[in-house]
């Protein structure tokens, strides 16, 4: 079974609007499917940005709650 989402980049997503919606309708399935099929160097530029991103988040809610 040929996977949709294999040859595609975080580029080819940002340019195609249409992907980016079917990945948010099914977000489990479609957005894992698309994980899955980056490089390894993307991979790690999407971890990087989530681990960002709760870091952000914790200092948010460490100042909110002063």
């Known amino acids: 079974m040929e996977n949709s989402h294999t040859n595609q980049s975080l580029k080819s997503l940002l340019q195609n609007p249409g992907a980016l919606a079917d990945l948010l309708q099914n977000?489990?399935?479609?957005?894992?499917d698309f994980y899955n099929g980056?490089?390894?160097?993307?991979?790690?530029?999407?971890?990087?940005?989530?681990?960002?991103?709760?870091?952000?988040?914790?200092?948010?809610?460490?100042?909110?709650?002063?």
């Open 27 to 32: 977000p489990g399935k479609g957005g894992l």
């Open 38 to 66: 980056l490089s390894t160097k993307e991979k790690q530029y999407v971890v990087f940005a989530a681990a960002a991103g709760l870091a952000i988040y914790g200092l948010y809610l460490g100042r909110k709650g002063k």
